[in-house]
Each structure stands twice: as C-alpha cells, then as structure tokens.
C-alpha cells in the first residue's frame, strides 16, 4: 500500500496530545492537593479516575474499533478528551475533576487501540518499527513539555503579565488559588483543534493483523488459563504504577522534604522525568540488540530501585536530580515486558495484548496505595511501596521463559569484513 503521509503525520501529533494530557497530573498535583485540601488519598483519586479508564475501555475500544473503524473512534475520543477538559475549566470542582479525568482517560484508551494498527497500515509495514519509535520519541517530548507550559501559565498568572494575550485571556478565565486549570483551557482548546482536522482528513481502510484483534470470549478463557498471562498483566500493572508512582508523587515530595517550589522546581523535575525516559528508551534499543532482553530489565531495574532509594533519603540536591533519573531506568521496562508477554504464548496475540492494556489500570490501583499508606504513615513511607512493584518488575528478568528470544548482534559480527 502507499504510505499515506498525512495519516502519519496526524498520528504522530495524536500521541504528542495523548502524552501532553496524560502526563500533566505530577506537575499539577501539589497545587490541585493545596487547592482542594487533599488528604494523600484524596490526592491518589486523581490518577484513579485517569487510568482506571484504561483497564475499563480497553478491551470494549478494540471491539468498537472493528464496528465504527479508525475515523468515528479518534473523533468520538477527541470529543471525550474536550468535553472532560472543558467542563473541569467551567467548574472547577474537585468531583467534576473526577468526572473529567476519568472522560479524558477513556478518550485516551481509546485513542491507544486505534493508532496503532493506522500507524502500520498508513506509514507502511516495512516502516513500522521505525515509525513506532519516532512515535515514542514525540510522546517523550510531549510529556517533557506539558509540565513547562503549566509552569508558565501559573508564574505568568501569578506575576500578573496580562500584556500578554495569552496570559490575559488566562487570567480573566480562572481564579487566583487555582490558577492551574488554565492548562485544561488548553487541553480543550487542543481536543477541539484535533476533532476539526480529522474531520477533513480521509482515511485508509485498516485491515487489522491477527495480533491486533481483541479476539473472541474463547479466546480470553483460553489465556487466563495460563499463568504466565496473568503474570505479565500483573507486570504491566506494576510498571505503571511505578512509573506514575514516582511522576506523580514527585513533586510534592520535592516540596515537602526539601521545599522546592513546585510550580517551577517540582514541574521542573517531572518535565526532566519524562525527557530521560525518553533519552533511555532510545538507549535500549540499542542495548537490545546486544543483549537479552530479561538482562536489560534485569540491569535498569536494579538502577531504577537505587534512583529511587536515594532519590527518598538523599539530600536536597541528591533527590532533585535522583527522580528524575529513575525515569532513564523505567525507559525499557514497558517495551520489553510486552515483547517477553506476547513472545510467551502462542496464539490469541490481539486478546492478550488487550489483557496487557488493562494492565495500565496499575497506574490507578498504585497511587491509591501510596496515598493510603501516606495518610497512615508519611509520604516516604507511601512512596516506598514502589520497592513491591519494581521488585516484581526485576522478578520478570528472572522467571520470563519466552518462546521466542529477541534477536541480538555480537560484537565481533559487526567487525568482520
């Protein structure tokens, strides 16, 4: 087929807007926690209404998918992702708050199901690994971004720089204490502009490959009755909710424990979170070709617990730089739990790569947690809980027996003549 260079284009600037909404939530959580008076539990509701929306709309997306196809789905999650944005900004109350993330999650759930086999069809499949990385590198970028542009909105509102129109439009939409819902002005303002292009763009016909149906009710019976797809569910569960685990709750911890301004300094850190995990994604892909891929994990895991150790009883200095840090070591922990998942069974790929994505509800199940146990203890005492969840992500590297290894290059092949 053609590659359709539109459509590529289109999905590459989708995966910049999914990460630019989803990963907002750690820059915005001392502000929302001070703003409505959060307990740490109450502060854990946020990211659970979020991705709890992954481990409901996953599976029901991939069945819509093959009813409505690729158009219909990407409007109606764009239209989700704007009416939850625009009716937290009009009401900016913390049930609505709710309610909007839980919107804006399914919009994002289902934008996941349908980019995806549209990348490989649009872009070609000889270009899909190529296209799937430049993908990831955007969404990295996107998430280093949207935490800058919440530090600026808020220092600008807060300074008073109505000169600028940008800013002064800002300020006469939201009040002084929650100057931070001028970021979901933008993210419904973004939705919109994407409901309008699509809109105008015609589509490819997608046929989906085996690997990417969500298969039948036999199919999924089939699957939970090997441990091993139960096993990786609870492996992504576990990434998750460690990577949004550390995102989410470090900022706060930054102004708690060392008094960084988290509208500047702490939106800082997760900006730089996010832009590491996207330098070390680019870093392991490299190492997969040399290495066996339960090593990897192996190795960045044990990195990840020592960034996060230090990161909770360094000083000042020593955990501003630590948690960002930690986000290099989760880079590969995604890419490679799902290759070792899918390479561990031998059939029903698509009905278990859609058991794998409700596994992202661990970004939901986690915080929870950690915010239960710091109302009962403290914040660190919270956080330390991610020591269960990376404990059973370097488990992973020991237990996994895939049928098919990932291919590696010796060093002395590549110098031969």
């Given amino acids: 087929m053609k590659r359709n260079y539109t459509i590529v284009v289109l999905i590459l600037v989708t995966f910049f807007v999914i990460s630019f909404l989803t990963n907002i939530l750690g820059a915005l959580n001392p502000a929302v926690s001070s703003g409505y008076r959060l307990t740490e539990t109450m502060a854990g509701f946020l990211p659970f209404a979020f991705f709890i929306a992954y481990g409901v709309m996953s599976v029901p997306s991939g069945f819509l998918l093959e009813k409505w196809g690729e158009k219909r789905m990407m409007i109606l999650a764009f239209v989700l992702a704007f009416a939850g944005a625009l009716a937290f900004a009009v009401f900016p109350r913390f049930n609505v708050f709710l309610i909007s993330l839980f919107t804006i999650g399914t919009g994002m759930a289902v934008l996941q199901v349908v980019i995806n086999p549209l990348l490989r069809?649009?872009?070609?499949?000889?270009?899909?690994?190529?296209?799937?990385?430049l993908a990831q590198l955007i969404f990295g970028?996107?998430?280093?971004?949207?935490?800058?542009?919440?530090?600026?909105?808020?220092?600008?509102?807060d300074s008073g720089n109505v000169?600028?129109?940008?800013?002064?439009?800002?300020?006469?939409?939201?009040?002084?204490?929650?100057?931070?819902?001028?970021v979901y002005w933008v993210f419904a303002l973004m939705s919109v502009l994407m409901i309008l292009?699509?809109?105008?763009?015609?589509?490819?016909?997608?046929?989906?490959?085996?690997?990417?149906?969500?298969?039948?009710?036999?199919?999924?019976?089939?699957?939970?009755?090997?441990?091993?797809?139960?096993?990786?569910?609870?492996?992504?569960?576990?990434?998750?909710?460690?990577?949004?685990?550390?995102?989410?709750w470090m900022s706060k911890f930054l102004f708690r424990y060392h008094g960084f301004n988290p509208e500047t300094t702490g939106a800082d850190a997760v900006s730089y979170f996010w832009g590491l995990m996207t330098v070390g994604g680019v870093l392991g892909l490299v190492l997969l070709k040399f290495f066996d891929s339960r090593q990897v994990l192996k190795w960045f895991t044990i990195l990840a617990i020592v960034s996060l150790t230090t990161g909770l009883f360094g000083g000042n200095n020593v955990a501003l730089y630590s948690f960002p840090a930690s986000g290099f070591f989760l880079s590969v922990m995604y890419p490679v739990i799902i290759s070792l998942g899918l390479n561990s069974v031998k059939k029903h790929h698509g009905s278990f790569a859609g058991i794998l994505m409700t596994g992202i509800a661990g970004g939901a199940v986690v915080q929870l947690l950690i915010g239960g146990i710091s109302d009962l203890t403290n914040l660190k005492t919270g956080m330390m809980f991610l020591y269960v969840t990376l404990g059973y992500i370097l488990s992973i590297g020991f237990w996994a027996k895939p049928i098919v290894n990932n291919k590696t290059v010796k060093l002395k092949e590549i110098f031969k003549s």
Avoid: C
């Fill in 141 to 157: 970028a996107a998430s280093f971004i949207s935490p800058q542009m919440y530090s600026y909105l808020v220092t600008n509102i």
């Fill in 197 to 248: 292009v699509i809109l105008f763009i015609k589509f490819p016909k997608v046929e989906l490959q085996e690997d990417e149906k969500v298969g039948s009710k036999e199919s999924y019976v089939e699957l939970f009755k090997n441990k091993y797809v139960i096993l990786y569910f609870l492996g992504i569960f576990a990434y998750v909710g460690t990577e949004q685990g550390i995102s989410y």
């Fill in 121 to 133: 069809v649009a872009g070609g499949e000889e270009h899909y690994a190529f296209n799937s990385v």
């Fill in 163 to 182: 000169q600028k129109p940008l800013i002064g439009l800002m300020s006469r939409l939201v009040s002084g204490s929650f100057d931070w819902v001028s």
